[in-house]
């Protein structure tokens, strides 16, 4: 038998049909969409320093768009597989001779292999990041951002190039004899049947694999690596022994230092508890794909400060026990440390911090990254 390269007229189901193809890559763009945008809002809302500070109303806010974030990100994994099944015959597509075929033909394959590279990379490292496993050396918050900007950028150059055959696709009846003609044994399924598998596959793969994003549907969240539970009833990324802080948060000597300027205290738990003490029902959100609701009781962090006589609108720093890892530091904008919401933390759904979740003390604020809601407080400083 002699062996040959394949050629695109080999292929002739009727499923690697661009009618199918553009149906699939218009849901699969607006996944594409709704994960970069809310990617740039989570990048955002983890900056050490925001010029333009988000609002710390609602206070659900971040919790929407994470939730938003992971399951595009996860529903478009279905959708990914799909549309590259449905085109790869194009790869043995043998353009015309002409430089203007073979210039397009270059740029579109240029595009489409940064767009499948980055779209792999992305999606392979978010759903690796839900497990909390790194099996790499660099950031992955960095890495995310970057070749979120590539896929979302050769994703534009991609619809650029085809837009017109796209648009004449989606104006097509799905049921027409299409590109292709098939022969031999009918197919399984027929173009909507595909289609509505993939919706389905879809749909089933957001809510079985990220459904603890959200409220009400953690029980669907079958393949969820972080569901509801954990101390306290809310689930812990970072354990206190991971962090290397038993020792020191345990310490019976331990107290956190109030400092602005040349003024500071220094408050052990004992004297944190004998403040006015608030409970407020916030919830936390973590980059991996989790939320949960609890009620957080401590000291307004607003009451701290004025021991210190700080000013009102100013940035405070929160310096953790933690040093390594992310979580030592973050920088809490003047409009949430002088939200009534925002508190040092010292009890969690009735019971005080477990060390996991940050005893002896934590900071919990509205609209918050998890990474940013600093456990085993050191020292507080007002900026400025």
């Not at 759903?127 to 960095?142: A, E, G, I």
């Not at 230092?257 to 004992?270: I, K, Q, S």
Request: glycine letters at 10%.
């Amino acid at each position: 038998m002699t062996l040959r390269f394949p050629r695109e007229a080999d292929f002739t189901s009727r499923l690697h049909d661009i009618a199918v193809t553009a149906r699939v890559g218009r849901w699969l763009g607006l996944c594409f969409a709704l994960a970069f945008v809310t990617g740039l809002l989570s990048h955002y809302a983890q900056a050490t320093y925001q010029p333009i500070p988000l609002p710390t109303r609602p206070v659900w806010g971040y919790r929407l768009t994470q939730a938003v974030h992971v399951l595009s990100g996860t529903a478009a994994v279905p959708l990914l597989l799909v549309k590259l099944w449905t085109v790869y015959p194009r790869l043995f597509h043998r353009s015309a001779a002409s430089l203007r075929a073979l210039v397009m033909s270059g740029l579109e394959r240029a595009s489409v292999a940064l767009l499948v590279g980055a779209a792999l990379f992305e999606i392979t490292t978010g759903l690796v990041n839900v497990t909390q496993w790194y099996p790499w050396d660099f950031s992955f918050r960095r890495a995310h951002y970057a070749a979120g900007w590539v896929a979302i950028g050769a994703l534009a150059v991609h619809v650029g190039i085809k837009l017109p055959l796209i648009r004449a696709a989606l104006g097509r009846d799905l049921d027409g004899p299409g590109t292709r003609v098939g022969h031999g044994s009918p197919a399984a399924v027929d173009r909507r049947g595909l289609l509505r598998l993939t919706w389905l596959a879809s749909a089933l793969s957001a809510v079985a694999a990220a459904g603890g994003t959200m409220p009400g549907l953690d029980r669907l969240a079958v393949l969820s690596a972080r569901r509801a539970g954990g101390p306290e009833g809310v689930p812990v990324n970072r354990t206190a022994r991971a962090a290397g802080v038993v020792a020191a948060a345990s310490d019976p000597g331990w107290t956190c230092e109030v400092r602005y300027g040349d003024r500071a205290v220094r408050l052990d738990r004992r004297d944190l508890l004998t403040l006015p003490q608030h409970t407020v029902e916030l919830p936390i959100a973590c980059v991996e794909g989790w939320s949960a609701t609890g009620a957080w009781s401590g000291v307004p962090l607003r009451d701290l400060l004025h021991l210190v006589d700080a000013p009102a609108g100013a940035e405070v720093a929160f310096h953790s026990l933690q040093r390594r890892h992310g979580g030592r530091f973050s920088v809490l904008p003047a409009a949430f440390a002088s939200d009534r919401l925002t508190l040092v933390a010292l009890g969690l759904n009735g019971a005080p911090l477990s060390l996991d979740h940050g005893f002896p003390a934590r900071l919990i604020a509205p609209n918050r990254p998890g990474v940013s809601q600093t456990k085993w407080l050191e020292r507080i400083e007002v900026l400025g």
